[in-house]
């Protein structure tokens, strides 16, 4: 998220800052050379950026509607741009998650020693932390 408001930011100040330079005959750059003086020329410059963007956003980003979180990862792990729109069909009509023969594994199992022998543990180790000087 941060990557794409900080995208945005420089997009708007790149946008900002060069648009007056393009758009107005009497401006002048930071080096004192007189502006491009485009006019409403501009406007094609800006529009063909976002008529490029169309077709990419269009042609290269899979749709993602209606899927969860693990189901877009399964999308980008196991589908291509092409292939992703009958993946993204049948994740939906099988209700496929991210992985379905996963086990569930208890934190107790984590744990090498039985809550009993934790507490008889702490309590070793206080004892032998204190200090008598």
Same mark, same amino acid.
């Given at each position: 998220?941060?990557?794409?408001?900080? *995208?945005?930011?420089?997009? $708007?100040?790149? +946008?900002?800052?060069?648009?007056?330079?393009?758009?107005?005959?009497?401006?002048?750059?930071?080096?004192? /050379?007189?502006?491009?003086?485009?006019?409403?020329?501009?406007? &094609? +410059?800006?529009? %063909?950026?976002? =008529?490029?963007?169309? /077709? &990419?956003?269009? &042609?290269? +980003?899979?749709?993602?509607?209606?899927?969860?979180?693990?189901?877009?990862?399964?999308?980008?792990?196991?589908? %291509?741009? /092409?292939?992703? $729109?009958?993946?993204? =069909?049948?994740?939906? =009509?099988? $209700?496929?998650?991210?992985?379905?023969?996963?086990?569930? +594994?208890?934190?107790? %199992?984590?744990?090498?020693?039985?809550? =009993?022998?934790?507490?008889?543990?702490?309590? *070793?180790?206080?004892?032998?932390?204190?200090? $008598?000087?």
């Amino acid at each position: 998220m941060s990557l794409a408001v900080v *995208s945005n930011w420089l997009w $708007n100040f790149g +946008i900002g800052y060069t648009t007056p330079y393009l758009v107005d005959k009497t401006t002048h750059g930071p080096t004192g /050379i007189k502006a491009a003086g485009l006019g409403v020329k501009v406007f &094609f +410059i800006w529009g %063909s950026t976002c =008529a490029g963007c169309l /077709i &990419f956003a269009y &042609f290269c +980003i899979p749709e993602t509607m209606g899927l969860s979180l693990e189901q877009i990862d399964l999308l980008y792990r196991k589908s %291509s741009i /092409i292939g992703s $729109n009958k993946y993204r =069909a049948q994740m939906l =009509a099988t $209700n496929e998650t991210f992985m379905p023969s996963a086990k569930v +594994i208890s934190l107790a %199992s984590l744990l090498p020693l039985s809550p =009993a022998s934790l507490k008889k543990k702490r309590w *070793s180790m206080k004892r032998t932390m204190s200090c $008598n000087y």
